[in-house]
């Protein structure tokens, strides 16, 4: 079986979003069904389709989110020593080398990833380009606007 790495937090995101889905959406889904039924005919009643389509949906997510934590591999950052090496779960402050602009990353999961908070996919060019490096190496990026070289100023375990 193929693990799939999450941080404490992501696993705790995803958790959250099964319990809202068996016990939130599953029933309004499941009212809405009802609701559409009691109109009469099935054959041209938009709004059962519609919900036929959202219970669909939200079975699928449950089945999707049930099997990534049955998988996942769940990685505490803080309990990491990797002795200054960048690895799934660091915290990676970066100086782009041609502009000296500094970005600071946290390396995570799939699910987890939002760019705006910080957080990228460990299976993104800029994070395998990080990955096995340490304070003070170069990364070089393979970006849509050219290839970018990133120094590595700060490797913690947030």
Same mark, same amino acid.
């Given at each position: 079986?193929?693990?799939?790495?999450?941080?404490?937090?992501?696993?705790?995101? &995803?958790?959250?979003?099964?319990? +809202?889905?068996?016990?939130?959406?599953?029933?309004?889904?499941?009212?809405?069904? @009802?609701?559409?039924?009691?109109?009469?005919?099935?054959? /041209?009643?938009?709004?059962?389709?519609? *919900? +036929?389509?959202?219970? $669909?949906? #939200?079975? =699928?997510?449950?089945?999707?989110?049930? @099997?990534?934590?049955?998988?996942?591999?769940?990685?505490?950052?803080?309990?990491?020593? *990797?002795?200054?090496?960048?690895?799934? $779960?660091?915290?990676? /402050? &970066?100086?782009? /080398?041609?502009? =000296?602009?500094?970005?600071?990353?946290?390396?995570? $999961?799939?699910?987890?990833?939002?760019?705006?908070?910080?957080? #990228?996919? #460990? @299976? @993104?060019?800029?994070?395998?380009?990080? #990955? =096995?490096?340490?304070?003070?190496?170069?990364?070089?990026?393979?970006?849509?606007? $050219?290839? +970018?070289?990133?120094?590595?100023?700060?490797?913690?375990?947030?």
């Amino acid at each position: 079986m193929v693990t799939i790495p999450l941080t404490k937090r992501g696993a705790e995101k &995803l958790k959250a979003e099964l319990h +809202k889905l068996k016990t939130v959406d599953r029933h309004s889904v499941i009212k809405a069904i @009802s609701e559409a039924r009691a109109q009469g005919d099935l054959s /041209e009643n938009a709004e059962y389709e519609a *919900a +036929k389509d959202r219970q $669909g949906f #939200i079975e =699928g997510r449950i089945q999707e989110v049930e @099997s990534k934590l049955a998988a996942a591999q769940i990685i505490d950052p803080a309990q990491v020593d *990797a002795g200054g090496k960048v690895v799934f $779960g660091a915290t990676v /402050e &970066l100086e782009e /080398e041609a502009s =000296g602009e500094r970005v600071r990353y946290q390396i995570v $999961g799939e699910d987890e990833a939002d760019l705006k908070h910080g957080l #990228i996919n #460990i @299976s @993104s060019p800029i994070a395998r380009a990080l #990955i =096995g490096k340490e304070q003070g190496d170069t990364a070089e990026v393979q970006a849509p606007g $050219g290839v +970018k070289h990133y120094e590595i100023v700060a490797v913690s375990y947030l």
